[in-house]
């Protein structure tokens, strides 16, 4: 024990830097995926069916690749064709997009559990479409949708992990480098192991303060 608390003073300093890479990854990622899954959501919700065939197709093949093969294919196909991103920048491209077709999922499911009667109401005094989803749908969604919300925090902390693959150096990255160079696998691995705990245990406690808020509500 003394000795895993001897080099976990020497180790600590250097995961902590891959911390702070794995923290940008999780936020960027959970903006850009809320903002492309509102689209794709309302995009479901359109009368158009080009529009409606559109969003569902996107969901379908983003929620059947792996989210590890969309990061290879956006930082080492894409560059064939142009786009030239940085690892970092692919990262946080890959994981949002991943994540929008969930996060889609989850506002559909808050729009369309909004009651009929209110929106049949809202038109009855004048209210267009436009201004119906904006005054009278989107804040109930929102509402019903943030304990799946707190739950996508959450996985999206633990899957930005994966960016190590294309040599992020987060939090996993930093651990395999360390161990690569010491051999010293157990304290390193059990240190990033509680490490990511000790960054998920916050959000875990939050989603489940989320939940029994809404079920009060």
Known sequence: MIEFLARSETYIPILMEGVWLTLVV????????????LFWALLSRSKNPVLRGISSTFITVIRGIPIIVQLFYIYFVLPEIGLDLTALQA??????????AYQAENFRAGIEAVDKGQIEAAQSVGMNDALVMRRVIL???FKISLPPFGNTMIMM?????????ITVAELTRQGQLIAASTFDNMTVFTLVALIYLAM???LTFFARWLE???RKA
């Open 139 to 141: 804040p109930q969604a």
């Open 157 to 165: 902390l633990k899957d930005s992990s994966l960016v190590s693959t």
């Open 26 to 37: 999780t936020f960027f990622s959970l903006i850009l995926s809320t903002i492309l899954g």
């Open 91 to 100: 990262g946080i491209v890959g994981i949002g997009v991943a994540y929008s």
């Open 200 to 202: 998920a245990l916050p």
């Open 212 to 214: 029994r808020r809404y």
